[in-house]
């Protein structure tokens, strides 16, 4: 016999199931996480034969990546996207930053900078450390490739010189922001760098990167 259902009639027996049913949960997502899950996982290897200079000259304008060929050295390209209230040393072409105001993302404090003496209370962070990277895949790249890392914008920022430096060349599983409210685009940061270059992470850091980003707005 065939039964037809007519719209409007309810049919409770058909639908009661379905609609107590617990609803099967969704894996938390995003295209950082989708990034992060893409990227390997391996050991970190030696640091034998790191040295700064695997990078090319510090602040080099001749790089293939933003920034490359404009005339001013990569650190003053930072400097000049990241401070406000900037002034330039005169006769620089508006290139070579005097002074301004940041507002650190590591920290959340407001520090001035002053080229000169004190200019070190602002550094210019690779939020993927030369170190690290040399151990997760850049001691073998071309040296080309490591001067384009070194100085490639989306791996920079302007960061507290003090906090820099008690980073290091950590990575996301021993070093995070002190500001909390920042964690997430440091690690999404991370992540964007390594996937673009080809970098691994380790199993320590892979995890921690994903404590940070399962707490993150999608």
Not at 73 to 100: F, H, Q, S
Not at 115 to 131: E, F, P, T, Y
Request: hydrophobic share 40%; net charge positive; glycine share 8%.
């Amino acid at each position: 016999m065939t039964v037809v259902l007519s719209a409007g009639v309810a049919c409770t027996g058909l639908l009661s199931t379905a609609a107590t049913a617990p609803a099967v949960p969704t894996p938390a997502t995003s295209p950082t996480i989708d990034a992060l899950e893409a990227l390997p996982v391996k050991g970190r290897a030696p640091k034998t034969g790191y040295a700064r200079d695997q990078f090319g000259p510090s602040w080099s304008d001749d790089v293939n990546v933003g920034g490359g060929h404009n005339g001013c050295d990569t650190r003053n390209d930072i400097l000049r996207r990241d401070l406000t209230a900037i002034t330039y040393k005169p006769n620089t072409r508006g290139c070579v930053v005097a002074t301004g105001t940041l507002v650190d993302p590591y920290t959340a404090t407001t520090i001035s900078f002053v080229r000169g003496k004190q200019s070190a209370r602002v550094q210019i962070d690779h939020v993927v450390a030369l170190a690290d990277a040399w151990q997760k895949g850049a001691q073998q790249w071309p040296a080309d490739k490591r001067r384009d890392f070194a100085n490639d914008p989306r791996n920079l920022l302007a960061v507290s010189g003090p906090a820099n430096q008690r980073k290091g060349a950590r990575d996301a599983a021993t070093w995070l922001p002190s500001n909390k409210a920042y964690r997430c685009a440091y690690v999404t940061k991370q992540v964007i760098v390594k996937r673009a270059y080809g970098l691994w992470v380790t199993a320590a850091e892979k995890a921690a990167i994903r404590r940070i980003l399962d707490t993150c707005p999608r």
